[in-house]
C-alpha cells in the first residue's frame, strides 16, 4: 500500500470558483478525515466518514463545502464560490476502527485563492 | 466546547531532553494523541495515551493525567531531525474526530 494519497498537490483558483479535490485512503481503513491547516495553526477538521456514511461536520463548516465518500473508498471534498480565506492546505486522513489507532494524512492539497 | 493549550516555541540542543506539555478542556475525553509535522511535510502519529501514565516508544515518551486534564511528550537525546511541529490532539468521545492543538515549534540546534 503505497499510503493516503491526495489529488492535486497544488490548486490555484480564481475567487469564486468552485474546486474539488481528492483522497485516496489505505484500502483496509474504513475511516476518512477531511482537515484544513494554515501556517502555524494546527489541523482543524472538517468532516469524516465510517465507510459511505458521513458520521461528522464541523459546525464552522460553510455550507459552500461538501464532501462525498460514494463507495467507502475514495472520497472527495468540494468547495463551492471559493473564497480568499479559504485558501490553505487541506489534508485527508485515514485510520482504523480502533480509538488507539493513529491517523495516517496525506500530502495534502494546497489551495490557493486569489 | 473542546480546546488545547501548547507552548507555541520550545528550543534546545542535541542531546538534550525536552518536554512539551498540553493541556486540554472538553467535556468528555477519548484519548490524547501526539503527531509530528516537518515543514512542507504530513502529519505523522507518534503516540496515543488512553490511560493514566507513561508510555514509552525509543527516545519518545508520552505521558498523560486524566484527573489534571494534562500529558506531555518526552523527547530524549534529541536530533537534529526532530525539529518539527508537535501537535497534541483529544478526542472527547469515542467515534469522534481528533481536535488538534495549535502546535509546538521545536528548534534542535548543534
Known amino acids: 500500500d503505497t499510503g493516503v494519497s491526495q489529488d492535486p498537490r497544488h490548486k490555484i483558483t480564481k475567487r469564486g470558483q468552485n474546486v474539488t479535490f481528492r483522497c485516496d485512503p489505505i484500502?483496509?481503513?474504513?475511516?476518512l478525515y477531511w482537515y484544513r491547516q494554515t501556517l502555524g495553526q494546527g489541523p482543524e477538521f472538517l468532516t469524516y466518514f465510517q465507510n459511505e456514511a458521513q458520521l461528522e461536520k464541523s459546525r464552522l463548516l460553510s455550507d459552500r463545502f461538501s464532501a462525498e465518500r460514494p463507495k467507502g473508498s475514495f472520497s472527495t471534498l468540494e468547495i463551492q464560490r471559493t473564497e480568499q480565506g479559504d485558501s490553505a492546505m487541506y489534508l485527508c486522513a485515514s485510520t482504523k476502527d480502533r480509538a488507539n489507532y493513529g491517523y495516517t494524512f496525506g500530502s495534502g492539497t494546497r489551495l490557493t485563492v486569489v | 466546547g473542546q480546546s488545547l493549550e501548547q507552548p507555541s516555541e520550545v528550543t534546545a540542543v542535541e542531546g538534550a531532553i525536552v518536554q512539551i506539555n498540553c493541556t486540554y478542556q472538553t467535556s468528555g475525553f477519548y484519548g490524547l494523541s501526539w503527531y509530528q509535522q516537518h515543514d512542507g511535510g504530513a502529519p505523522t502519529f507518534l503516540s496515543y495515551?488512553?490511560?493514566?501514565g507513561l508510555e514509552e516508544t525509543g527516545r519518545f515518551s508520552s505521558f498523560l493525567s486524566r484527573s489534571d486534564s494534562y500529558g506531555y511528550l518526552l523527547l530524549q537525546e534529541l536530533q537534529m531531525k526532530d525539529s518539527a511541529s508537535y501537535f497534541c490532539a483529544v478526542r472527547g468521545q469515542a467515534g469522534t474526530a481528533l481536535i488538534f492543538g495549535k502546535g509546538t515549534t521545536l528548534s534542535v540546534s548543534s
Open positions: 484500502s483496509e481503513h474504513n475511516r
Open positions: 495515551n488512553a490511560l493514566d
